[in-house]
């Protein structure tokens, strides 16, 4: 039995990127590393035949302890300075959060397990300047709150790496 499932799945591994191609369907392209900058790290892949380069980085600190919880800055040809916040977890419907960078209070809203800047031109502003960044938000279910801290220590090169290998469409 174990024989026939192996031989199955590995059937299924070889036909499906075969039939893809068959299709024409484009293959995304995996993630292509354009460096580490001290606890940011940049990266560039493709989507639908266009690059979306981003910086991210790891919570330092998370309260209630958890894994996954990371701060991102995307950008698309279409948009840029996108900031989004993943909890580890499913905020409740309409939670509000908010990320403090020294005096600078950054407000989010949410969607799922993320939060998005509502503006992402002053959080990116802010997170020049900044040491660290704290999002406080509603734990999952609700109860109490979530207080996560981000090293903004390197953000600034991983934003320019990102930036240059994803320059803003001219105008």
């Not at 995996?30 to 919570?59: I, M």
Request: charged fraction near 20%; hydrophobic fraction near 40%.
């Amino acid at each position: 039995m174990r024989r026939v499932l192996l031989l199955t799945a590995l059937a299924a591994l070889v036909t499906v990127p075969a039939l893809a191609q068959q299709r024409g369907g484009a293959q995304p392209a995996g993630p292509r590393k354009l460096g580490d900058f001290s606890d940011w790290t940049a990266a560039v892949h493709t989507e639908n035949g266009q690059k979306v380069c981003y910086a991210f980085t790891r919570a330092s600190r998370t309260d209630p302890q958890r894994e996954g919880v990371i701060l991102t800055v995307t950008h698309r040809a279409s948009s840029r300075d996108q900031v989004a916040l993943s909890a580890g977890y499913a905020y409740p419907r309409n939670a509000a959060v908010t990320v403090a960078v020294g005096n600078n209070q950054l407000a989010f809203y949410t969607a799922n397990n993320s939060a998005f800047a509502r503006d992402g031109r002053a959080a990116v502003q802010a997170f020049r300047g900044g040491a660290n960044a704290v999002a406080r938000g509603p734990r999952a279910g609700g109860r109490g709150t979530a207080t996560d801290t981000f090293s903004l220590s390197g953000f600034s090169a991983a934003y320019d790496a990102i930036s240059q290998e994803c320059p803003a469409a001219r105008r």
